[in-house]
């Protein structure tokens, strides 16, 4: 069974950074295409970025140089590198393999 969990989130000051885990089990990260995706609140899903099996990487306009996606094969886990935080990056952050999703992890950016 296909399954992704996220982990990291948490509160951080404007400019600050975070890093988000993202298990995933069933299934070999390093050679799917997997995407981080947040929800704001009062707001629809947006797309932060992706990573082909390939590595090659791609982000949303609004992270871009900010966000960076990695992955470690040993531990089958996907990860989003967030520096420079904006109290606009507050959402509930998750990762997508196809039509599965994780539970989510709430980023908090605020003074």
């Known amino acids: 069974q296909v399954q992704l969990v996220e982990s990291g989130g948490g509160s951080v000051q404007p400019g600050g950074s975070l890093q988000l885990s993202c298990v995933g089990s069933g299934f070999i990260v390093t050679q799917h295409y997997i995407s981080w995706v947040r929800q704001a609140p009062g707001k629809g899903l947006e797309w932060v970025g992706s990573?082909?099996?390939?590595?090659?990487?791609q982000y949303g306009d609004s992270v871009k140089g900010r966000f960076f996606i990695s992955r470690n094969s040993t531990t089958n886990t996907l990860y989003l590198q967030m520096n420079y935080l904006k109290s606009e990056d507050t959402a509930v952050y998750y990762c997508?393999?196809?039509?599965?999703r994780g539970p989510g992890t709430q980023v908090t950016v605020s003074s």
């Open positions: 990573v082909y099996p390939n590595g090659f990487t």
């Open positions: 997508e393999k196809a039509d599965v």
